[in-house]
């Protein structure tokens, strides 16, 4: 049967792909801005004559960390070209007119993943667990919110349900502040580890090569939670999560 007699329908998509690594985009600036910004303005242009909801998946690194919390108003000023080119596709997305699209913007993420390399919190895992003499020099500097991947696909799922339009952008947002040297300290309390070989660093990255990142980019997630979605936002305690985790 040839192809065109299909009909596909398609309710929604989702869509999370990205090139989220700052320093890469940093060296690959024009793959990072088709991923994070051309693909997902072509999905929203889309979504018009498909008939589908289109939620774009964006990241707190669309501000400039200064002047925390933010909302989904707040004004943008990413300052490295990763949180430009995701901030250019939030523009893309809501910028094609008659598309049903909403931005979901995140801070950075942990939970189940294939290797550790694939999460920046997950990762800090092999740093501690790495007992070979190696030292680290670990940022002390910057707040980070941590989110589980798995509390999002679930919120996700339970947006679903909410009947009325959602707001071109919404926050979803763990609110346990930590830097990584504080998530580094948690692990190796929970492994039983030293972490003589992790060295705080209090400083704003500087020096050649060194990708500037925002000091403390919070997100409010207020008038999210005023979206009655089911359940609310429903977050996992980072430690109490990790905890569980190497139980198993």
Known sequence: MAWNA??????????????????????????????????????????????????YIST??????TSPPYGPSSMTNPLQFYGKSKRDGEIAVLGVEGAQATVLRVPVLYGPAPKNSDSAIN?????????????YKMDHYATRYPTNVVDIANFLVRLTDVKKPLPPIIH?????????????????????????????????????????????????????????????????????????????
């Not at 930590?178 to 705080?200: A, M, N, Q, R, V």
């Open 60 to 65: 707190d690194y669309v501000f400039d960390g």
């Open 123 to 135: 990762i800090l895992l092999d740093v501690v667990q790495d007992q070979s003499g190696k030292t």
């Open 6 to 55: 299909y009909h596909i329908s398609i309710s929604g998509v989702i869509h999370c792909a990205a090139e989220r690594r700052p320093d890469v985009a940093e060296k690959n600036p024009s793959a990072a801005q088709r991923l994070n910004a051309d693909v997902p303005g072509h999905l929203a242009s889309l979504s018009k004559p498909l008939g589908f909801k289109l939620v």
């Open 172 to 248: 979803y947002s763990g609110d346990e502040p930590y830097t990584k040297y504080e998530i580094c300290l948690i692990f190796s309390k929970i492994i039983g580890l030293p972490h003589t070989h992790i060295i705080p660093d209090a400083e704003p990255p500087t020096g050649e090569g060194a990708t500037t990142r925002p000091r403390d980019c919070r997100l409010d997630t207020r008038e999210t939670e005023a979206l009655g979605v089911e359940g609310g936002l429903n977050l996992s305690l980072f430690e109490e999560w990790w905890t569980a985790r190497s139980k198993k």
